[in-house]
């Protein structure tokens, strides 16, 4: 009995410590892409905004206001020429990608300057369907400070040339379980990329140096 608890709790701080070297590593790898300075960044083809919850109403929730009005704001000092707004469109009540073009449109972006990603239900789905799909090569990605190594991480080792760039315009309620979650996502980011899992949704090649029209929903 001792020796198998002498290896159980080996085992454990075994575990322990892989996740610290995981979690290092992927702050590591995407530290130099991050910047919080626009003058900072270089110029890229493709600014990705990665969703978040919308209203009952259909705006847009803080969080990802500040994540859009970031990449708008890049996009009006020419730090790219093509939006792609990438999130959760899985059901026909609930649509991130749509508010957030919405958004844009009102604030003067014209529609052949906007690709819509509806199947970006997570990080890798969306640099990988980035990659595929829409044949991104280089980008800007816009999110929060505590989400964008792990956004980074995996479009570098998705092959792309990317570069973060910190949305946070204010303090957000349950910021601290956003930065604790990390560390599980993190984890699960690492498998995916192994396994080389397949996204949810594939679908056809829309690249974005073409028509932005075959990624806007009909009518």
Same mark, same amino acid.
């Given at each position: 009995?001792?020796?198998?608890?002498?290896?159980?709790?080996?085992?454990?701080?075994l575990a322990v410590v892989a996740v610290l070297i995981l979690q290092l590593h992927v702050k590591?790898?995407?530290?130099?892409?991050?910047?919080?300075?626009?003058?900072?960044? $270089?110029?890229?083809?493709?600014?990705?905004? *990665?969703?978040?919850?919308?209203? =009952? @109403?259909?705006?847009?929730? +803080?969080?990802?206001?500040?994540?859009?009005?970031?990449?708008?704001?890049?996009?009006?000092?020419?730090?790219?020429?093509?939006?792609?707004?990438?999130?959760?469109?899985?059901?026909?009540?609930?649509? $991130?990608?749509?508010?957030?073009?919405?958004? *844009?449109?009102?604030?003067?972006? =014209? @529609?052949?300057?906007?690709? +819509?990603?509806?199947?970006?239900?997570?990080?890798?789905?969306?640099?990988?369907?980035?990659?595929?799909?829409?044949?991104?090569?280089?980008?800007?990605?816009?999110?929060?400070?505590?989400?964008?190594?792990?956004?980074?991480?995996?479009?570098?080792?998705?092959?792309?040339?990317?570069?973060?760039?910190?949305?946070?315009?204010?303090?957000?309620?349950?910021?601290?379980?956003?930065?604790?979650?990390?560390?599980?996502?993190?984890?699960?980011a690492w498998i995916e990329l192994n396994i080389e899992k397949s996204p949810t949704y594939s679908?056809?090649?829309?690249?974005?140096?073409?028509?932005?029209?075959p990624s806007h929903d009909k009518g």
């Amino acid at each position: 009995m001792r020796r198998f608890l002498n290896i159980l709790v080996f085992g454990v701080l075994l575990a322990v410590v892989a996740v610290l070297i995981l979690q290092l590593h992927v702050k590591r790898t995407s530290r130099e892409a991050i910047k919080t300075d626009m003058t900072e960044l $270089e110029k890229a083809y493709t600014g990705i905004v *990665l969703g978040a919850s919308i209203k =009952p @109403d259909k705006s847009l929730s +803080l969080i990802l206001q500040d994540r859009v009005d970031a990449a708008l704001l890049a996009y009006e000092n020419k730090k790219f020429q093509k939006f792609l707004l990438s999130g959760d469109h899985g059901e026909e009540n609930y649509d $991130e990608v749509n508010a957030m073009k919405n958004y *844009l449109n009102n604030k003067g972006v =014209p @529609d052949e300057d906007i690709f +819509l990603d509806h199947a970006g239900f997570d990080t890798y789905d969306t640099m990988f369907r980035a990659r595929d799909v829409f044949k991104v090569s280089d980008a800007i990605v816009f999110t929060q400070e505590f989400h964008l190594p792990r956004a980074v991480y995996l479009g570098k080792n998705m092959g792309l040339d990317i570069q973060g760039f910190v949305a946070d315009r204010r303090k957000y309620p349950g910021n601290s379980h956003f930065a604790r979650r990390e560390w599980l996502a993190n984890i699960k980011a690492w498998i995916e990329l192994n396994i080389e899992k397949s996204p949810t949704y594939s679908g056809k090649v829309i690249p974005i140096t073409g028509d932005s029209k075959p990624s806007h929903d009909k009518g």
